[in-house]
């Protein structure tokens, strides 16, 4: 496996492709920023922008060229002298330069968008390549749309940008439209049929129209294929590019079968995914592979019992190896005993058979009404509802003011908390936003540290007046606790969700009561 023809190199254009798609813009410090996190990552290269497309673009090459080091900085130009000459001044500055000039080759575009015949898209390669070879040493040269183009032509066009030296031939399918037999089948035709095939790298560049890039890039690979262009949650033109932690994740899981290896470190993904819905806004789907919410929850009772046994029998990898903390069990409708028993006793609660029986009833019967049943529940179940609403301190005063710029506004928060024994506390906190300065206040009030790890707020129902159902997620004892609140205004609701956490901690933490109110 550690054969280094088989090292696949990552190229990442979640810059350059990804940010070109609506929605994705980001402004150079953004970019900056991004490129700092995909160099943490391992790639090998990254796209940073098309420098002749604005002066935004150019400056935030130059900012990355400048200052991003790990990785090669790729910039993108058509084969006009233009683009490939403000590609060689953003680039200025960085250790790995490459330029990457692209031009379109099957008949469709060269007709109807270019309105070159075969012989004058041919010259034009030929010049970018040699303009941009004479700027720097590494150049890749992408034939747009390969994938409808004649295969001879094809050839013959790598074959020259070869001799005018290209380093790298990527292979764009521009629109999403190959297979993974067709494709493997084109590399192993360019690899038997371009001339000098062994002095470049050949590169996969796969669109997601029909859902098959990842498929794609991997047969791709079999074909030969020792680059693949790819973006962090497949963001690109239209429906997207291979997704980058799909196919590292692909090729290590499958590392058997494909025989291939990368140099990504596969624990950040998540982290890197995370900055960059963040930064773009744009969310990744629940059960998108790897990263998304659900790629290692289990809510089904056969598949929690199945993995309460063994974890191999209902995941093919580790979420730890992805950058998730653990698996998770989501409590719900489908769940069933295995699963409760054992959050139950995460919980602190050890039940009798015939306890735990009654509990799940009363656990189903609750399930059917809720979506997600939260560890509040489950313990409001065990002791009684009255008993974990009188336990715990409770809000009874918010007041949260914030603001941003250099205006004299800091984000602060004050909060009265009413304790189980009667009496009121109240405290205040300033904070960098309106939340961080709450969870502050209320945790000088409590005198309790959470040590939070996720917080997110979502709409539970729809229009004006909707209610917010907040989530917090912290570790008490080495265990991840859920807590959640509802209210119609989310800060309400986060000062709810961040007590249940907090009031949970206290309770685990007297055991003997605990075991007393589980047995009554
Ligand atoms: C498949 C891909 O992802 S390709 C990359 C796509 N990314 C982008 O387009 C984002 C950046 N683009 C831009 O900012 C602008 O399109 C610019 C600055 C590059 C060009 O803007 P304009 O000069 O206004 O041209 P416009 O965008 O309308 O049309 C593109 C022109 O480039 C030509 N062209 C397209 N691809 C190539 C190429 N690879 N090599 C040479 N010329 C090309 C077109 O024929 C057209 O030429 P024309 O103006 O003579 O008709
Ligand atoms: C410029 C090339 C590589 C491209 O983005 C495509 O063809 O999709």
């Excluded at 960085?94 to 270019?114: C, D, G, N, Q, Y």
């Excluded at 034009?124 to 004649?150: N, P, Q, Y």
């Excluded at 529940?377 to 609403?389: I, K, P, Q, T």
């Excluded at 710029?405 to 602060?412: A, K, N, R, S, V």
Aim: proline residues 2%.
């Amino acid at each position: 496996m550690n054969d280094p023809a088989a090292r696949v190199r990552i190229f990442d254009t979640s810059l350059r492709d990804g940010e070109q798609s609506p929605g994705c813009s980001m402004t150079a410090a953004q970019k900056l920023r991004f490129a700092h996190a995909l160099a943490e990552l391992g790639v090998d290269a990254l796209e940073a922008g098309f420098p002749a497309s604005s002066d935004a673009d150019r400056d935030a090459v130059r900012a990355i060229a400048r200052e991003v080091r790990g990785s090669t900085v790729v910039t993108l130009a058509r084969c006009h002298e233009g683009d490939i000459d403000a590609c060689a001044s953003a680039l200025e500055g960085a250790a790995h330069p490459r330029i990457h000039v692209f031009i379109s080759t099957s008949p469709l575009h060269r007709e109807h968008k270019l309105g070159l015949s075969r012989e004058q898209v041919l010259e034009r390669a030929i010049m970018g390549v040699t303009r941009a070879r004479r700027l720097v040493d590494d150049v890749e040269f992408s034939a747009e749309d390969a994938l409808r183009t004649e295969p001879e032509f094809l050839a013959e066009i790598c074959s020259a940008a070869i001799a005018a030296g290209a380093t790298t031939l990527n292979i764009p399918d521009t629109v999403g439209y190959t297979t993974p037999s067709e494709i493997r089948a084109l590399f192993e035709y360019l690899r038997a049929h371009v001339r000098d095939a062994e002095k470049a790298v050949f590169s996969a560049h796969c669109h997601n129209d029909l859902g098959l890039a990842v498929a794609n890039s991997l047969a791709a690979i079999e074909g030969g294929a020792r680059q693949v262009e790819c973006t962090i949650n497949g963001i690109g033109e239209r429906a997207g590019n291979c997704a980058l932690e799909e196919l590292v994740m692909a090729l290590r899981v499958r590392s058997h079968y494909y025989g291939a290896h990368t140099r990504i470190d596969s624990r950040r993904l998540v982290p890197t995914s995370r900055l960059l819905s963040r930064i773009t806004g744009m969310a990744v789907q629940r059960n998108k592979a790897v990263v998304g919410q659900n790629a290692f929850a289990h809510e089904s009772g056969i598949h929690q019992h199945g993995m309460l046994k063994h974890r191999g029998t209902y995941e093919i990898m580790r979420p730890e190896d992805v950058g998730w903390s653990q698996s998770q069990m989501v409590m719900g409708r489908h769940s069933g005993r295995a699963a409760l028993a054992d959050r139950l006793q995460a919980l602190g609660f050890q039940l009798e058979e015939a306890s735990l029986n009654r509990t799940f009833a009363a656990f189903k019967a609750l399930a059917e009404k809720k979506r997600e049943v939260f560890d509040a529940d489950l313990e409001a179940l065990v002791l009684g509802s009255d008993a974990v609403a009188h336990r715990g301190w409770r809000l009874s005063r918010l007041h949260v003011s914030t603001g941003a710029g250099d205006g004299d506004t800091l984000p602060t928060a004050s909060v009265q908390l009413l304790g189980a024994d009667g009496a009121t506390v109240s405290e205040a906190a300033v904070g960098d936003g309106p939340v961080h300065a709450l969870f502050a206040a209320l945790a000088r009030a409590t005198g309790i540290a959470l040590d939070v790890d996720s917080y997110q707020v979502s709409s539970v129902t729809t229009g004006d007046d909707a209610q917010g159902q907040a989530q917090v997620i912290a570790r008490v004892d080495g265990v991840e606790v859920t807590g959640s609140g509802t209210s119609t205004d989310i800060l309400e609701a986060s000062a709810h969700a961040w007590l249940d956490i907090a009031n949970r901690q206290s309770r685990a933490r007297a055991p003997a009561v605990r075991r007393q109110a589980a047995i009554a």
